[in-house]
């Protein structure tokens, strides 16, 4: 006896529906995450409200900013002695004065607010990537991790890198100039603002790596892509250096050039090794 034939109400009824499907699909791929042991899945699966999101975010600036607060509270009491750290490095019988009411003062914030920012820059990026890691998988967490563990870290290289090896050439050279045809007397606030533009320029300089790691994370360019446009790299390093010093003298714009290089070179040795 021939089967009946089936209308087009019954085949619909038969038929899976397309959110079945899905939910299928992702129970399938699930179980292979567990099988298998990974943990690519995300860390937080549960959506979020934008309140929520806002709170956090909330708690986490208050965080930051008492924490800053108090850090930098801790460094002006100091304050005198970072000073005198970077009056050391001018050359031998320089001497420096307030030539107007305050400017002892604000110097002092000043050095006490740059060194508070190198202290907690660690914290800021611990709490950045505390606020995005429930979006993250776990190979895209661990290579933000290193990134943000590794911006404090270069930002105070490069601003050891400028105080030994930048800093006291530049020093002799714009203060002993001619010391002895004049005595020359110097304001505190210019030379903190002079020593300090360059210790932060020299800081920044240093996150080269970072933007390295991150193009060549999300297949932005290539190592071969990378090592193509060496000789461009070198001029750009030599022109960002012109603008980026604070001071004409083409020993200071070389040594910063110089060291661009060198992260920029040993930044695409270190992604080919580890293959990030």
Known sequence: MPEPKKNREDYLQNKPSI??????????QLHAQESVGTTDAIYDPTPKDITEHLEEIRNRLFLV?????????ICF???????????????QGSSFFQLKPGE?????????GFVSLILISPIICQQVLAFIRSGLKEKEYKI????????????????????????????????????????????????INLCLSLLMISGISFQIPILIVILTFFKLVTIKQLLSIWRYVTVGAFVLSAFLTPTPDPFTMSILAFAILGL???????????KI
Not at 19 to 28: F, K, L, Q, S, Y
Not at 77 to 91: D, G, H, R, T, V
Not at 264 to 274: A, E, N, P
């Open 19 to 28: 959110e079945e499907d899905e939910n299928a699909e992702i129970g399938v």
């Open 65 to 73: 900013l008492g924490l800053g607060v108090l850090i930098f509270i």
């Open 77 to 91: 009491n100091y304050s005198e002695f970072f000073i005198s750290l970077l009056e050391k490095q001018a050359p």
């Open 104 to 112: 002892l003062l604000f110097s002092s914030f000043k050095a006490s």
């Open 144 to 191: 933000l991790k290193i990134i943000f563990l590794s911006i404090p870290l270069l930002l105070l290289s490069g601003v050891s890198f400028a105080y030994y090896f930048i800093l006291p050439p530049l020093l002799n050279f714009l203060l002993g100039f001619n010391s002895t045809v004049i005595e020359s007397r110097y304001g505190i606030e210019h030379f």
């Open 264 to 274: 920029y070179f040993s930044t695409i040795v270190t992604v080919k090794i580890f």
